[in-house]
């Protein structure tokens, strides 16, 4: 069974950084495809970043020479390093994983950047 659980988010000001931690267990995170998603009330969630089995990485324009992605293969972890935050990236951001054909998600953790 894939877990995966994301953590690092929080109240942080306008320019400031947060790194996003998503955890994964019963799937091997380096050789898949990952992601990050975000989520807005009322708004359909939309994609941050995400990272082939390859290495190959896509950024949002909006996010782009702001956030990086990336993973440790000895944690089973993937990250989300975002700098120069800005009050439309308050969001819930959530961690996804392709794995053996299946898509699964974390339940997300919260990021609120104050203007």
């Known amino acids: 069974q894939v877990r995966l659980v994301e953590s690092g988010g929080g109240l942080v000001q306008s320019g400031g950084s947060l790194r996003l931690s998503c955890a994964a267990s019963?799937?091997?995170?380096?050789?898949?495809?990952m992601g990050w998603y975000r989520q807005t009330p009322g708004q359909e969630r939309e994609l941050v970043a995400n990272?082939?089995?390859?290495?190959?990485?896509n950024y949002a324009d909006s996010v782009k020479g702001r956030f990086t992605i990336s993973r440790d293969h000895r944690r089973n972890s993937l990250y989300l390093q975002m700098d120069s935050l800005k009050s439309e990236d308050t969001a819930r951001y959530f961690c996804t994983q392709r794995w053996k054909g299946n898509d699964f998600w974390g339940r997300g953790t919260q990021v609120t950047v104050s203007s």
């Open positions: 990272v082939s089995g390859g290495g190959a990485t």
């Open positions: 019963g799937s091997i995170v380096s050789i898949s495809n």
